[in-house]
C-alpha cells in the first residue's frame, strides 16, 4: 500500500467522506489514479484534466489537484468509462490511466462493486475498502495520450448582454436572447406565486 500523493489512506478517506458525503470507493480508486498519473508526468507541468465519466472520478480530481468544473481545467467528457487523462495545456501531451477490469481477478469485492455483479445492498464496505487499500494503482493501466488542444478549450465570452425576455444576465455571443429562454435546456418552470422571505439590506454603508 502506498500513500495517495501526500495523503495517508486514511486521510483521503476522511477527505473524501467530507466532500463526497460518504467514502465512495470510485473516489477512493481515483486517489490512486490520480497518484500514479503525477507519478508518469513531468514535475512542474501545467495540466489540464479530462475525465471520461460525470460518477465519481472528477470529486477525486476536484481533491486532489488545481483543477475544477469552476475554473474550467478539468473537463467532463461522460462516455462512462472510469478513466482521467492529465494532459499538457499547452502542447496536449499527457497520459492517461484508467481502472482495467481484467485486473480484477485478485480483488473481488472491487469485481463485484465495478462491474455491477454484486448488488449494493449485499456490498461487504469494510472488504471493499480493504482491497481499495491494499490493491492502491495496481489495477489501473496507463497509455500516453495526446489531446487536440483546439476542441478542449472554449473561446472566452467577449462580452455580456441582458435577456429581453428574462432580464438576467448571459453570454453575449449565445444569441439574441439566453439560451434558456431559446427554450429546451432548463428542467423547470418558475412558481410566480412562490412566497418566499425578504432580506433586508442596508444602503447607507
Known sequence: M????SYSFDEYLNMV????GSPAPGVLIGGYMIDYAYKNLPEGGDYDIICETAKCLP?????LTPCSIGNRWLKIIDVGRYALIFYNK???IG???Y???KLLDKWPQIKGWYLKLTPKKEQDEILLLREIREAGAC?????EVKVTIESRNKPKSSSISICPSCEEAYRSEDGAICPACQGGILPYSRMEDTQFVSIKCDLSA
Open 2 to 5: 502506498s500513500n495517495i500523493l
Open 17 to 20: 467522506a467530507s466532500f463526497h
Open 59 to 63: 470529486d477525486a480530481v476536484q481533491l
Open 90 to 92: 499547452h502542447s496536449g
Open 95 to 97: 497520459v492517461r490511466v
Open 99 to 101: 481502472l482495467d477490469w
Open 139 to 143: 489495477i489501473c493501466r496507463i497509455q
